[in-house]
C-alpha cells in the first residue's frame, strides 16, 4: 500500500467522523511526525488533541450567556422557616 493511499484513507476517515480540524491539520502533523520520528501513539495524540481543541471552541462559542437576574429565576426557591 502506498503512503497517498494510506493518506487518503486517513483523511477519508476523519471526514466520515466530521473531524474537520484534525483533517486540516493531517500534513502538517504527519510531517512534523516523521521529522521528529513521533511514536504512532504520540502522533495519535497530538491529532486527537487539534480536534479535541476545535471542538471545545466551538462548544464554547455556542454557550449562550446567562444574565444574573435570569440565574436568579433558574436557582430552585429556598424557603426560609
Known sequence: MSAS????????????????????????????????KLTSQ??????????????DERRRAAAVPVHPRRLRLLRPAVRRP
Open 42 to 55: 504520540t502522533f495519535l495524540e497530538r491529532l486527537l488533541a487539534v480536534e479535541v481543541g476545535a471542538v
Open 5 to 36: 493511499s494510506d493518506y487518503q484513507k486517513l483523511r477519508a476517515h476523519l471526514a466520515f467522523l466530521r473531524m474537520t480540524a484534525a483533517a486540516e491539520a493531517l500534513p502538517g502533523l504527519l510531517e512534523q511526525a516523521a521529522k521528529d
